[in-house]
C-alpha cells in the first residue's frame, strides 16, 4: 500500500488517527441542451463517502458497495480515493493512512456526473477531515469548485455538486474555474430516463466538429441566454431554452436510443435533452410525468426516474 504523504511534513500537519469524515454527494447533469460545459444542474440521486485517518503503514484501503463496485480499484487509485488525498494537499496536511468507504448509487457512465460526484465526495471527506482534527479551516466553496474542476477540465457537473441547483461556469484558460449558483424557479421539475448501456464522455466529446456553422453558434448562444431565464424566472420557455445545435446533432449516431427517445419526448411537449455525454435523457418541466412517459421510455430501453433538485455536497454528523 501507498502511504499518504506528502513530502516531509511536521507532525503538528499529520492528520490524527481515528479522525473520521462522511459526506453524501447529489448527481448532476450537465449541458441542458444548449449550454455546452456551462451549464449545470444537481439532481436528488446520492452517492455517500465515509473516510477514516489510519495509523502509519496501512496505507489507502477502499470499500465500496453499490453501482460499479465491482469495477473500481480498491486502492489509492481509486477516484474518492485520489481526491481525499489531493483535498489534504491543498490543504498542506497529510494522513498516515485512509480507510475509505463508498456507496454509490449514481451510475456510472450514464450521463449522470458520476466522476464528478466522486470528486466532490473525495474532496468535501477531506474537507471534513480537516474540521474534525481542527488543524486547518474547512474547504471553501470556491476551492472545492476549482480543485474538482481539475480533474473534469471543465466545471459543469463538479460545480453542480459542490453548489446545488443549477449553476453557470465559465474557465481562465485551461487552469482556473469558476462558477456561481442559479436560483431556480420553485415549480421546476427534473425527470431522469436513464439506460442500462454505458457510454463514454472522451469517446462522445471526440464525436463532435473543431468547427461549427456561424447560424448554429448564434442559436446556442440565444438558446443558453434564454435558458438562464427559463430556469430562473419562467419556465414556460423552457421547449425552446433546451433547443441545441451544438452537440446533441453530433452524437446522435452513437446514441441513436438516447437522441430517439429525447426527440419522441419533446415532439410530446416536454423539454427534453441528453444528460450531459449520455446515454441518459433529461426533461425539465413544472409538472410531473406518467405513465405514458413511462412507457414511452420503456419502448426505448430507458427507466423513468422521477428527481428531486439537490442542494451541494453536505458533510454529515
Known amino acids: 500500500m501507498t502511504a499518504v504523504t506528502i513530502g516531509a511534513l511536521d507532525a503538528d500537519l499529520v492528520l490524527t488517527p481515528g479522525v473520521t469524515a462522511r459526506v453524501r454527494v447529489p448527481a448532476s447533469s450537465a449541458n441542458l441542451g444548449p449550454g455546452f460545459d456551462c451549464l449545470g444542474l444537481a439532481l436528488g440521486l446520492y452517492d455517500e463517502v465515509s473516510v477514516t485517518v489510519t495509523e502509519p503503514g496501512t496505507g489507502v484501503v477502499v470499500t465500496a458497495e453499490g453501482e460499479s463496485a465491482d469495477d473500481v480499484p480498491l486502492d489509492e487509485r481509486h ?144 438558446r443558453v441566454a434564454l435558458g438562464v431565464v427559463a430556469l430562473t424566472t419562467d419556465p414556460t420557455c423552457l421547449m425552446d431554452a433546451t433547443s441545441d445545435r451544438l452537440h446533441q446533432t453530433y452524437r ?19 423539454a427534453a435533452t441528453v444528460s450531459g455525454a449520455g446515454p441518459s435523457v433529461l426533461v425539465l418541466g413544472t409538472s410531473d410525468l406518467g405513465d405514458e412517459e413511462a412507457q414511452l421510455a420503456a419502448e426505448y430501453g430507458f427507466a423513468m426516474l422521477p428527481l428531486d433538485i439537490a442542494g451541494g455536497v453536505e458533510i454529515l454528523p
Open 79 to 222: 477516484l474518492v480515493a485520489r481526491a481525499v488525498i489531493r483535498g489534504l494537499e491543498a490543504a498542506g496536511v497529510a494522513a498516515p493512512g485512509i480507510a475509505l468507504h463508498c456507496v454509490n448509487a449514481i451510475p456510472h457512465s450514464r450521463g449522470l456526473g458520476s466522476s464528478a460526484a466522486a470528486v466532490v465526495g473525495g474532496l468535501a471527506a477531506a474537507s471534513g477531515l480537516l474540521v474534525a482534527d481542527a488543524r486547518r479551516p474547512a474547504l471553501t466553496q470556491t476551492q472545492l469548485v476549482q480543485l474538482s474542476s481539475e480533474f473534469e477540465g471543465h466545471p459543469d457537473n463538479a460545480a453542480a455538486s459542490v453548489l446545488g441547483s443549477g449553476v453557470v461556469t465559465w474557465t481562465h484558460g485551461d487552469t482556473e474555474f469558476f462558477a456561481r449558483k442559479l436560483p431556480l424557479h420553485p415549480s421546476i421539475k427534473a425527470t431522469s430516463f436513464v439506460p442500462q448501456t454505458q457510454s463514454s464522455t472522451a469517446e462522445t466529446r471526440g464525436l463532435l466538429p473543431d468547427e461549427v456553422p456561424r447560424a448554429d453558434a448564434v442559436f446556442n448562444v440565444s
Open 252 to 270: 446522435a449516431a452513437a446514441m441513436p436510443a438516447s437522441s430517439g427517445l429525447m426527440n419522441a419526448l419533446r415532439d410530446r411537449g416536454h
